[in-house]
């Protein structure tokens, strides 16, 4: 069966730490990976892999994938308040994990 | 240009009545999704649309559900004899190819109750 797991569940930070995000997945038909970041109503896009060991940077955050360990990590560096999120993972575009909620406190 | 838009944001409804929640896709997005999110939870997958291809179903919870794709644009979620179990956020998504290939792109859900 299908899975993604991300770790941990729920994260509890002071503005300025660094944060890791995990995802692992096991899936029968790989295409990529993606990571949203889901506040209040809409996940919103963050990154999307398909290739191992190139990192993806949007600011703050980056994200790089392990094809042959099956996992992800997304790594925010100075963290602010406004990064209070879930961040969800997603393998293709149907199986999502449960999220990591991160909240940044000032 | 315009994200996906979905209707309604919030509905009410009596266990038993049925329900239609609407999703408009970005338009050229041959792909379309709906999810269902309970409290708490990730993201269920319910339904994928791909262009004219059959409808991978494989994500309906019961056969009170069911959905549709009209035109390859405008979809809609019917769930017949709603439960309470059925209470959730349902949010449907869009993009641009086929599934994997490039990011969704989410609307703002409907917010379902069953009383």
């Known amino acids: 069966e299908d899975k993604v797991v991300q770790s941990p569940l729920s994260l509890v930070v002071h503005e300025g730490d660094t944060v890791t995000l995990n995802c692992s997945y096991e899936?029968?038909?790989?295409?990529?990976l993606l990571w949203y970041k889901q506040e209040k109503k809409a996940p919103t896009f963050l990154f999307m892999l398909?290739?191992?060991?190139i990192e993806k940077k949007s600011g703050r955050l980056s994200s790089i994938l392990d094809k042959k360990e099956l996992f992800s990590i997304l790594n925010i560096t100075a963290t602010q308040t406004g990064d209070s999120a879930v961040y969800l993972c997603?393998?293709?575009?149907?199986?999502f994990g449960k999220g990591t909620k991160l909240s940044v406190k000032p | 240009g315009a994200g996906v838009s979905q209707s309604p944001s919030n509905k009410v409804t009596e266990k038993g009545k049925d329900v239609e929640l609407r999703c408009d896709p970005i338009?050229?997005?041959?792909?379309l999704y709906w999810y269902r999110q309970s409290l708490g939870q990730g993201l269920e997958f319910l339904i994928y649309?791909?262009?004219?291809?059959?409808?991978?179903k494989s994500g309906l919870p019961s056969d009170r559900f069911s959905a549709e794709r009209t035109g390859g644009s405008v979809s809609t979620l019917t769930i017949q004899r709603t439960q309470q179990e059925d209470s959730a956020v349902y949010l449907c998504?869009?993009?641009?190819?086929?599934?994997?290939?490039?990011?969704?792109?989410f609307g703002n859900g409907t917010r379902l109750t069953v009383t």
């Open positions: 649309f791909q262009g004219n291809s059959a409808p991978d």
């Open positions: 398909t290739s191992s060991g």
């Open positions: 899936v029968t038909n790989f295409r990529s």
């Open positions: 997603a393998v293709g575009g149907l199986i």
């Open positions: 998504a869009s993009s641009l190819n086929r599934m994997g290939n490039s990011p969704l792109h």
């Open positions: 338009s050229g997005h041959t792909a």
